[in-house]
């Protein structure tokens, strides 16, 4: 009995992430996800309180998902410079193996969702990074500058072109992924 509640939690969870991948929050009504989920709309309030409580899961399964991700390919008996390549090397590749993921979570962030959070400081699973980038700057090999600027010039290239890939426009194989990650790193080291 508890695989079957697990199975169409993850259903639901799933076809969530796809429609609003596909169609946004707004565009995206429970009857079209338990549609999708193959249950009925009322199994979705079993298992989530709301919409809201549904995307918020979300997020934290995905995000969560991109900073193990994160965890695990850094080293710390790595130079800055090599966990940096390693790391976005790894993303960027997780990025394009996960498309409906990523395009959920850009939506989240640029949506009320992401921007409370954002506001309220609570995104606790930017802390590695963080750490990251701090170990980078102590060590001189980072730019000092704010958290999200160098978040930003680390992942915004590879957002940019991540989506790109998956629209057709670009192929990012191993050579090119090296190449935007390395030119990345130019951004924000010293």
Request: glycine content about 6%; aromatic content about 12%.
């Amino acid at each position: 009995m508890e695989k079957q509640q697990t199975d169409k939690r993850a259903a639901i969870m799933q076809a969530a992430m796809e429609l609003i991948a596909e169609q946004g929050f707004h565009g995206t009504p429970t009857s079209q996800i338990a549609q999708r989920a193959g249950i009925g709309v009322g199994t979705i309030y079993r298992y989530f309180k709301d919409k809201d409580a549904l995307i918020e899961v979300i997020h934290e399964n995905v995000h969560g998902t991109f900073i193990s991700t994160f965890t695990e390919s850094y080293d710390p008996q790595l130079p800055v410079r090599e966990n940096y390549l390693r790391i976005f090397s790894t993303l960027t590749r997780l990025f394009i193996a996960n498309p409906y993921e990523i395009k959920f979570i850009e939506q989240f962030y640029n949506s009320p969702y992401g921007i409370a959070k954002k506001r309220a400081d609570e995104i606790e699973c930017d802390k590695p990074l963080f750490a990251f980038f701090g170990q980078g700057i102590q060590q001189q090999v980072v730019k000092d500058l704010p958290f999200e600027i160098l978040l930003g010039l680390s992942l915004g290239p590879v957002l940019f072109l991540v989506r790109d890939h998956q629209n057709g426009f670009v192929n990012l194989n191993d050579q090119l992924i090296a190449d935007i990650v390395s030119a990345s790193w130019d951004a924000v080291k010293r």
